[in-house]
Each structure stands twice: as C-alpha cells, then as structure tokens.
C-alpha cells in the first residue's frame, strides 16, 4: 500500500506516522494508516506511483511541503502574524512601507500561502495597539516605584521639528530598571518656562509628581533655569558633557579640525586607503579603519588620535607630507589626558549600574591627578587641561560646602565603596553626614514598605543575607539583632537613626550589590539608597535615543506624524 511511503514500521505491532509522529498498532492491516493520512494530512499523495521510493528517508523529504500545504492559516494565525510584523518594524526600525515591497510579499506568499500582507493602515493599528499595551506595562512599574529619576534632551529630525525625549531609571529589588518615556515634539521655543512646563506635563502624564528626586540634563542655561529655579526636583548636570566643554578651546579645536580633515581625505580617497592598506600589510599591523571625530560622541575625539597614532608611519608613507609630523606631535601631547577623560566618562555611561555615587570621587581624582599642570607640557595641554578643569570645578566642585546636600554626595555617602568620602575636605564631610542624618530623620518611623524588607523576615532569611558579610564588634552586632527582630520602636527614633549611619560607616567595603544582603539591616539607609542610587551621572540615557530617532525619522519615515515617532521610539526601547 502507498500508505507505507508516509509511515514507519517501530516492530511487529506498532508503526509511527512520518508527518505527526502518531503511533498505532497495526494488526497486518493499513487501513487505520490510511483514515489517519485521509484525516490528518489530506496533502498526502496516495495514487500509484511506481517513481516513489518508500520508508522514512523519502517521507522526510516531502515533510515539510507537504505540512506546509496542509497547515491551515486561520484567523488567529494570521492576526499573530500581523502583531509579529508590526514587532518586527518596531524593533528592526523598518519603514512602514516595508510591507508594500514586492521581496517581503513574496516571502509571506511563500511561507504562508494563505495569508493576506496588511496594508499600512493596519500595520500602524496593530502598532498603536502595542504601544498601548506597552505604556500600561510602564505605568504598572512605574507605580511600584517610591523614587525616580529622569533624563532629558532634546534633538532635531531630517524635517527639522525638535523633539524633546525623557528617561527614567529606578531601583527595584536592589536591580537597575530603565525606560524611555517619551519622545514629543516641541514646536515652541525651548525656553526654561517652556521646557518646565514640558517635564512638568510628563510628570502629570505618568504619575511620578512627588517621585522624581533629580533631572540629568547638558548645561545649556534654558534647561539649567528649568530645573534649578521652575521645578520641584534637583538639578544634576550630564558629567560628560561638562568635560566636553573643554573641547571649546580654540588650539584644541584646531588640532581635532586638522585631524578630522586627514581622515576625511583617506575617506573619499580610494587610492590613499589603499595605499594605507598596503602600508599595513608591508608592516604586518591590524588593518584597522581611520576612525572620525564627532562633536556629539565625547569620546570619538580620543578614538580619531588613537587610531592616528597607532597607524602613524604608515599614514606618513603614504602622505610624503611633513606637516603630518607637526599635527601627530600636537595630538601625541593630548592622548594622555584624553585617555584618562575617557576611562572617567566610560565609567560613568553605564545604564545598568551604579554611577552617580563615583561622579564626585572621578572628579576629584581628575582634578587632583589627571588635570594637575605640568611646566613641562605644551601651552595646548595646559589650555586644555585648564579649561576641563574649570568646568568641572563650576558645575561638580566637591570641596565646596554648598554642595553637601547635592545628590551625587550623598549618593557617594550611600554607596559601599565610596561611603568614606575620603575625596572630600572633613567639614563638607562633615556637612554630608548631616544632611543624611536628616533625611534618615524625616523619613516614617514604621518604614516597613522597602521590598523584601519587613517584621515577619525570616529568621533563615536573615542568616542567608548576612553570610556575606564580615561579623562586626559585638555592641555593633548586638544592637543589629535587636534592631532587627524589634524594629525601630526598640529605639527612640533619633537614636536609632544615628546607631544605624554609625554602623554603616563602619562595615567593610564591598561590591555595590552590598544592599541586596544588607537591606534588612539598614532599612532606612536602604531606603534612601534606592531613592539616590538609582540617579544616572550622564543624560546618555536621553541621548542614546538620537541614533534610534535617526533610524525613526529617516527619508522613509520622514513623513511620520510625531505621535507615530513618539510611539515607534518607545516600541523599540521597551518591546
């Protein structure tokens, strides 16, 4: 029987079906063989067929026609099909016209016969209906946490409207959680009035008034006034855009400019790159690309005098040209100080970690080590580093005892690694405790609410915490247990406050996780440490948006409504 070419005989009395796997007992008989391939896969070729070879290698072979043909698309096939598409435009950054095209269409016809493309209309309902579903999913976050901070900046399409984008970041369960709010159009100008009014409309929007502790934001004077003077929350400035400022030096400007050119000519000249390649072949060195300065990437100017100092000789081979040497000695003078600009900034990008607490520590160890002038250095190198230097001292002085209750202080104070605030002078030290004691102060007594921290902890729990953890003195260890198992009533309220910022300075210094095992010990601390911690020392967050807005409103999409590019950046940052 031909029923035998879509089967497999197991043993004696039991036989697997090639398409499904089905197993059946066979009784010398095919009949149940062939109701099951009538049934279950009427694509199935059952007529005589003299050319077909029978067993399971053949069978496998027309599998996959076969089930393909036999598959069904019904209606709720066909509407995954379309949320998928739209995932997909959402997350690959595609046109929305990428579904008119003839290669998509006939990959689709292919894969599933029966499905019908969906035009742009529906393409862009199914996307708002994911952005819908999306936003909620933000807003229930965004309800769980006590404390926030947010990021903005603001940008320019290929249509030329301006948008502005904000950010926001929050620690739950001692994780680093972040989403990109929104990204909305600002015809207007971007005064201080305008744009307070703006990250106030925001706040409003998502349910954070009395949340957001800090806005990261440049130092343009409009969005400084905003935040400082119109706006309930502190001001913290981008860490790395106030190094940036001291690229604005005229001779700094001068060399990067030169050096942009040299590799901008090696870019347009095929004959010079090849050239530069031969070179690097002849002397067996990576055949690494020039790489180009961008004013926007603070650390692209770093990576353009690297990669000429690293192909120096060769790039001089192949120019003949003596004013090459003049302009390698003056950026040669520069890599030192750019190198360690770099090691700080990097530093302090990271989205999931911990970076306001070091923004303090990093500029104090630039100013006192990295930027200290040298008589021997060029006047390029101390302009520069002089200019660097200034920024940092008007934005980030950490000797100034006006800052002791800026953010990223106390942050250091809460932070394990950093809580000794050895980069400071005693009195603002002094000042920083203070103020942390008063926040400790003003928090609720019964502050039982932290996550994972309450009255009916386990005793297990506790132990498993604390196994980390170096034992302390025995006053301290003693006062921990009671605190612990009693809670704040064991103590009067001002007692217990400083009992439990005097232990904290003396436990040992350990990685930044420490407040996962820790938290029950110092719930108070805790506390604030999710509200602090969790602020970021740079806008990158916000700015970072750029090159997915670039991918947004590219010529394709530059027809987009700014709804449609608000909602296709928020699909793709938090899909």
């Given at each position: 029987s031909n029923a035998w070419k879509y089967f497999e005989k197991l043993n004696e009395t039991t036989m697997q079906c090639n398409f499904c796997s089905?197993?059946?007992?066979?009784?010398?008989?095919?009949?149940?063989?062939?109701?099951?391939?009538?049934?279950?896969?009427?694509?199935?070729?059952?007529?005589?067929?003299?050319?077909?070879?029978?067993?399971?290698?053949?069978?496998?072979?027309?599998?996959?026609?076969a089930l393909s043909s036999s598959r069904r698309c019904d209606q709720s096939r066909a509407e995954r099909t379309t949320v998928l598409i739209a995932k997909m435009i959402a997350k690959d950054m595609l046109p929305i016209s990428f579904v008119e095209g003839d290669g998509f269409q006939e990959l689709l016809e292919y894969i599933e016969q029966e499905y019908t493309v969906p035009a742009r209309k529906t393409i862009m309902a199914s996307l708002e209906k994911l952005h819908t579903e999306c936003a909620a999913a933000v807003s229930d976050k965004l309800a769980i946490a006590e404390k926030v901070a947010i990021t903005t900046d603001s940008w320019a399409a290929l249509n030329t409207e301006s948008y502005v984008t904000i950010t926001w970041r929050f620690i739950r369960q001692q994780?680093?959680?972040?989403?990109?709010?929104?990204?909305?159009?600002?015809?207007?100008?971007?005064?201080?009035?305008?744009?307070?009014?703006?990250?106030?409309?925001?706040?409003?929007?998502?349910?954070?008034?009395?949340?957001?502790?800090?806005?990261?934001?440049?130092?343009?004077?409009?969005?400084?006034?905003?935040?400082?003077?119109?706006?309930?929350?502190?001001?913290?400035?981008?860490?790395?855009?106030?190094?940036?400022?001291?690229?604005?030096?005229?001779?700094?400007?001068?060399?990067?400019?030169?050096?942009?050119?040299?590799?901008?000519?090696?870019?347009?000249?095929?004959?010079?790159?090849?050239?530069?390649?031969?070179k690097q072949q002849q002397q067996n060195l990576p055949q690494h690309h020039l790489m180009q300065y961008c004013k926007m990437r603070w650390n692209s100017i770093n990576n353009m005098f690297e990669r000429l100092q690293e192909q120096r000789w060769e790039i001089a081979a192949v120019l003949s040209d003596r004013s090459f040497t003049k302009l390698a000695e003056d950026y040669q003078e520069l890599l030192p100080v750019l190198h360690s600009l770099k090691c700080a900034t990097?530093?302090?990008?990271?989205?999931?970690?911990?970076?306001?607490?070091?923004?303090?520590?990093?500029?104090?160890?630039?100013?006192?080590?990295?930027?200290?002038?040298?008589?021997?250095?060029?006047?390029?190198?101390?302009?520069?580093?002089?200019?660097?230097?200034?920024?940092?001292?008007?934005?980030?002085?950490?000797?100034?005892?006006?800052?002791?209750?800026?953010a990223a202080l106390i942050s250091s104070l809460l932070d394990p690694q950093h809580k000794h605030l050895k980069f400071i002078d005693a009195p603002v030290r002094m000042a920083v405790r203070e103020k942390?004691?008063?926040?400790?102060?003003?928090?609720?007594?019964?502050?039982?609410?932290?996550?994972?921290?309450?009255?009916?902890?386990?005793?297990?729990?506790?132990?498993?915490?604390?196994?980390?953890?170096?034992?302390?003195?025995?006053?301290?260890?003693?006062?921990?247990a009671m605190a612990t198992l009693f809670g704040d009533d064991y103590y009067m309220e001002k007692a217990s406050v400083q009992i439990e910022l005097e232990n904290y300075i003396l436990e040992p210094c350990i990685p930044p996780d420490w407040w996962r095992v820790n938290e029950n010990r110092y719930r108070k601390l805790a506390h604030l440490a999710k509200a602090y911690l969790c602020i970021p020392a740079t806008s990158v967050p916000a700015e970072r948006v750029f090159s997915a807005a670039g991918l947004t409103v590219n010529r394709l999409r530059s027809h987009l409504s700014p709804e449609h590019v608000d909602m296709l950046i928020f699909l793709k940052k938090n899909l």
């Open positions: 089905t197993s059946f007992s066979y009784h010398k008989s095919t009949t149940s063989m062939l109701n099951h391939l009538k049934l279950k896969h009427p694509s199935a070729n059952l007529e005589n067929n003299t050319d077909c070879v029978c067993g399971k290698k053949q069978a496998s072979i027309t599998t996959f026609t994780k680093m959680e972040s989403v990109v709010l929104q990204t909305r159009t600002m015809p207007e100008r971007h005064t201080a009035e305008n744009l307070a009014d703006m990250l106030n409309i925001a706040a409003e929007t998502w349910n954070l008034k009395g949340k957001i502790t800090t806005c990261v934001h440049d130092n343009a004077s409009n969005i400084v006034l905003a935040n400082t003077v119109l706006l309930e929350w502190e001001s913290n400035p981008c860490f790395s855009l106030t190094i940036n400022d001291g690229f604005k030096v005229s001779s700094i400007n001068r060399v990067a400019g030169a050096a942009s050119r040299l590799v901008s000519y090696f870019y347009h000249s095929t004959v010079a790159t090849q050239a530069l390649k031969l990097t530093a302090l990008c990271g989205e999931s970690e911990v970076s306001i607490s070091m923004v303090y520590p990093v500029t104090a160890t630039l100013l006192s080590k990295h930027l200290k002038l040298v008589p021997e250095e060029s006047n390029k190198v101390t302009e520069f580093k002089t200019a660097v230097s200034e920024s940092l001292r008007r934005c980030l002085e950490p000797a100034a005892l006006h800052r002791a209750g800026k942390l004691d008063g926040l400790l102060s003003n928090l609720p007594q019964n502050n039982d609410n932290i996550e994972g921290v309450g009255p009916h902890t386990s005793m297990l729990e506790l132990e498993a915490a604390n196994s980390t953890v170096k034992k302390l003195h025995t006053e301290c260890d003693k006062h921990i």
